[in-house]
């Protein structure tokens, strides 16, 4: 091979308490590819992504950004490092403090040091690929609907032009005509920007739109991997059964009936 | 059920909660002294630390200083001792209730504020964001917060410490007949520079207790909206006793015989 991917996890494992989420995960996302993982509620999916960019520390395995071990380098470094990155949260977590520009440019203005006029300029820009109209730019985020947030959330994701971009389920909550909007959208930044994401999603239509290769996460690790052309002849009845969305199969559901 | 088993995990769970302040307040210093500082959010905190709490540190330092002008008055009146009054007061006040109260009235009031707001940016996964957004969030929340309560509360006490002797002042030459200048006469005589320098300090170190101890459980706080209660409800308990016990130790330190 000769350039390294630009992701790259192996053996990762990580657990909360008795609780083990990743156990001994593997995966690599080359530069300029659009991954996209599935898999059902709460198997980790986006304890995954927080391990990659650094707000959980893995408890074993090596992640590699770039080629470079990122666990075995300083806090200080990671940070550094942080400019790499942008991430849509599942729950959009915007800052609540903040008007919808100022989260948008929060990067912008904070960590680059952009003027406030060209950061405003750039996140107005930036509302309007995600849908949302100028006015929308000097409210609070109690203010907007659940879809309007995630939008924003996103905008903020992508107001830097950052390498690698994780989204969160970030067409759910979405009506089918505006997720297609995020679709495109996620597919330009791959394309225009060059950059290389992860996007988790529940969502078929979108998954199979948005994605150069697919993973599903079962049982802590990544139990298929392979590109979009292949997932309906996976031969695998764990990818079927989630793809089709069946309640009989292999993958049991925990349901608790007391 | 073991009894050891029960103190030790009491002990251990102690001895973690410790570590992890301690790693907490010197992650936060050393955030302090590295530049950049935050300074439009260092000017929203002392308004809501400082100007906000105005009216309530007035209140109680009015009340108490009045309550304790006539409290020393009947109790001296059996040594015919009435003319120490207003020396009594005057110490009192700036020595002790001015700073306590005044920082236990701030802790009330700010330090469950700052533990809810930034409690429910944790469990929001704001700080997450904060991060991921190359922002350090001991330098955006944290020490913006310390800052503030370590510069605003000397100039509360400072407050607290006038409008408390004010309200025995009141009581004395309106209630109980004293001489409006010779009360004055004798409050200025008997108020020594250790006593506001003392005064000062302690509600620096007040300052910071209540700042720290806000952020501290807000930022640890887990479990939805149930923890941020928890943690409102911590940090001001812990700010408490914190600001009760460090005047104690000032005061040992400063007062000795
Ligand atoms: N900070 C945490 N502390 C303890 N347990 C956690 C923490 N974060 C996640 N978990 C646990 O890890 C598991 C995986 O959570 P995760 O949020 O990654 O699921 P998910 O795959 O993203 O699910 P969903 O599709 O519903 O978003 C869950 O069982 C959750 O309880
Ligand atoms: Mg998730």
């Known amino acids: ?258 | 059920m073991n009894i050891f088993a029960i103190i030790g995990r009491l002990t251990l769970d102690g001895l973690a909660a410790l570590g992890r302040l301690s790693l907490f307040a010197s992650h936060a210093l050393r955030h302090l002294v590295l530049p950049p500082l935050f300074l439009k959010n260092i000017g929203q905190q002392m308004m809501v630390i400082g100007y906000n709490s105005l009216p309530v540190v007035g209140l109680t330092a009015l009340f108490t200083g009045a309550a304790l002008a006539q409290q020393i008055y009947v109790g001296s009146e059996r040594f015919n001792a009435e003319s120490t009054m207003a020396a009594v007061v005057v110490i009192a006040i700036v020595r002790e209730l001015g700073p306590v109260l005044g920082g236990l009235m701030v802790a009330g009031r700010v330090s469950s504020a700052m533990a809810a707001e930034i409690g429910t940016m944790r469990v929001t996964e704001q700080i997450d964001a904060l991060v991921t957004l190359s922002t350090n969030p001991y330098k955006y929340l944290v020490v913006p917060r310390l800052i503030a309560g370590v510069i605003t509360l000397p100039g509360l006490v400072i407050v607290a410490n006038i409008i408390g002797v004010f309200g025995g002042f009141l009581v004395a030459t309106q209630r109980l007949g004293f001489n409006p200048g010779s009360y004055l006469t004798v409050t200025m005589n008997f108020l020594e520079v250790t006593d506001i320098v003392s005064s000062l300090v302690k509600a620096a170190v007040f300052g910071f207790v209540i700042a720290l101890m806000g952020c501290y459980h807000g930022y640890y706080s887990t479990g939805g909206a149930q923890g941020v209660g928890r943690a409102t409800t911590n940090a001001v308990v812990s700010a408490f006793i914190l600001i009760l016990l460090a005047n104690l130790i000032i005061t040992i330190t400063v007062f000795q015989s």
């Open chain 1, 1 to 258: 091979m000769s350039t390294a991917p630009k992701i790259e996890l192996s053996g990762v494992k990580k657990r909360f308490g008795p609780k083990i989420v990743l156990d001994g995960l593997d995966l690599s996302v080359a530069k300029g590819e659009s991954l996209v993982v599935i898999g059902g509620s709460g198997t980790g999916k986006s304890v995954l992504l927080k391990c990659i960019i650094g707000l959980l520390t893995p408890d074993e395995g090596t992640i590699r950004i770039d080629g470079q071990d990122v666990l075995t380098r300083s806090q200080k470094d990671r940070q550094k490092q942080m400019s790499k990155f942008g991430m849509l949260f599942q729950g959009a977590a915007l800052f609540d403090s903040l008007k919808v520009w100022e989260n948008v440019a929060f990067g912008l203005i904070k960590a680059q040091g952009m003027g406030r006029a060209q950061a405003k300029s750039i996140a107005l820009e930036k509302l309007k690929r995600v849908g949302l109209q100028s006015d929308v730019a000097d409210l609070h985020p109690d203010e907007l609907s659940g879809g309007m947030k995630k939008r924003v959330g996103l905008a903020r994701a992508i107001a830097s032009e950052p390498e690698i971009i994780f989204f969160d389920e970030p067409t759910t909550g979405l009506d089918p005509i505006m997720a297609d909007v995020i679709n495109d959208l996620i597919v330009e930044c791959v394309r225009d920007l060059g950059a290389t994401t992860v996007t988790i999603t529940h969502d078929m239509a979108s998954a199979r739109k948005i994605a150069d290769n697919l993973g599903m996460l079962y049982d802590g690790k990544i139990i298929w991997h392979g590109s979009k052309a292949d997932i309906d002849q996976s031969g695998n009845a764990y990818v079927d059964q989630f793809i089709h969305g069946r309640a009989e199969g292999p993958i049991k559901m925990a349901l608790r009936s007391h």
